[in-house]
T-cell receptor, first 113, second 115 residues
Framework: NAGVTQTPKFQVLKTGQSMTLQCAQD?????MSWYRQDPGMGLRLIHY???????DQGEVPNGYNVSRSTTEDFPLRLLSAAPSQTSVYFC????????????FGPGTRLTVL | AQSVTQLGSHVSVSEGALVLLRCNYS??????LFWYVQYPNQGLQLLLK??????LVKGINGFEAEFKKSETSFHLTKPSAHMSDAAEYFC?????????????FGKGTKLSVKP
C-alpha cells in the first residue's frame, strides 16, 4: 500500500513551458485534491475531485487544469508556466468528503525560471 | 467564508517545556477541525481532529487539542517538548455538512525546540 504518490519530486521549467504533475493513490479514495504551498501562505486549494469524471475549482485555479478519468489518478497540468507558479505542490486524498482523514503525498517542488 | 487564524508564525520552546500553538476559526457553526504536522521536506501528516464528539482530542506523539466553542479556538498543546517535535504545524477547518470536503488551512506555525 503506497498511499499517495507524486512525481516528479523536483522540476525546473522555463516560462511558457507546460508540464503535468502526477498524483496517484491506491486506497480507493473518492476525494482527491491539489494544493500549493508558499512560504507564509499555508496551503491553498487549486482543484479538487469528488470522484472519477468530476472536478471543480478551488481557491487558486488560474493557470492549472485537471482531469479525473480514473479513481486512482489525478494529474495537474500547468498550461504555460509562469514564475508565480514556483511553489511546492501537494496532492491529497480521502475516502469521502466528511471527516475522513486527508492523506498527503510527499510533494513536488517546482521552480519556474 | 470560513477562515482559520494561527497566532504566531514562529514559536520557540526549550526541550521539556510546554508547547502551545494557537488556532482560532471564524464560523457561526462550529466546523470540523484538524491539526497537521509537516516535517522538513515532507508532506503533511494528521496529528488529530475534532469531529463534534469529545471536546478534548488526543492525537499522536503526545499532542492534544481542546475545542472551545465560546472562544472559537482549537489550540494544540503538548506537556513536554522533544527535539523531534521541531516542525511546522497547520490548523485546518472543514465546514460541517459541506459537499466538497475541502480543507481550509491556516498559514502555519513553525515550532523550534532548543536543547
Amino acid at each position: 500500500n503506497a498511499g499517495v504518490t507524486q512525481t516528479p519530486k523536483f522540476q525546473v521549467l522555463k516560462t511558457g513551458q507546460s508540464m503535468t504533475l502526477q498524483c496517484a493513490q491506491d486506497m480507493n479514495h473518492e476525494y482527491m485534491s491539489w494544493y500549493r504551498q508558499d512560504p507564509g501562505m499555508g496551503l491553498r486549494l487549486i482543484h479538487y475531485s469528488v470522484g472519477a469524471g468530476i472536478t471543480d475549482q478551488g481557491e487558486v485555479p488560474n493557470g492549472y487544469n485537471v482531469s479525473r478519468s480514473t479513481t486512482e489518478d489525478f494529474p495537474l497540468r500547468l498550461l504555460s508556466a509562469a514564475p508565480s507558479q514556483t511553489s511546492v505542490y501537494f496532492c491529497a486524498s480521502s475516502y469521502s468528503t466528511g471527516t475522513d482523514t486527508q492523506y498527503f503525498g510527499p510533494g513536488t517542488r517546482l521552480t519556474v525560471l | 467564508a470560513q477562515s482559520v487564524t494561527q497566532l504566531g508564525s514562529h514559536v520557540s520552546v526549550s526541550e521539556g517545556a510546554l508547547v502551545l500553538l494557537r488556532c482560532n476559526y471564524s464560523s457561526s457553526v462550529p466546523p470540523y477541525l484538524f491539526w497537521y504536522v509537516q516535517y522538513p521536506n515532507q508532506g503533511l501528516q494528521l496529528l488529530l481532529k475534532y469531529t463534534s464528539a469529545a471536546t478534548l482530542v488526543k492525537g499522536i506523539n503526545g499532542f492534544e487539542a481542546e475545542f472551545k466553542k465560546s472562544e472559537t479556538s482549537f489550540h494544540l498543546t503538548k506537556p513536554s517538548a522533544h527535539m523531534s517535535d521541531a516542525a511546522e504545524y497547520f490548523c485546518a477547518v472543514k465546514p460541517v455538512g459541506g459537499s466538497q470536503g475541502n480543507l481550509i488551512f491556516g498559514k502555519g506555525t513553525k515550532l523550534s525546540v532548543k536543547p
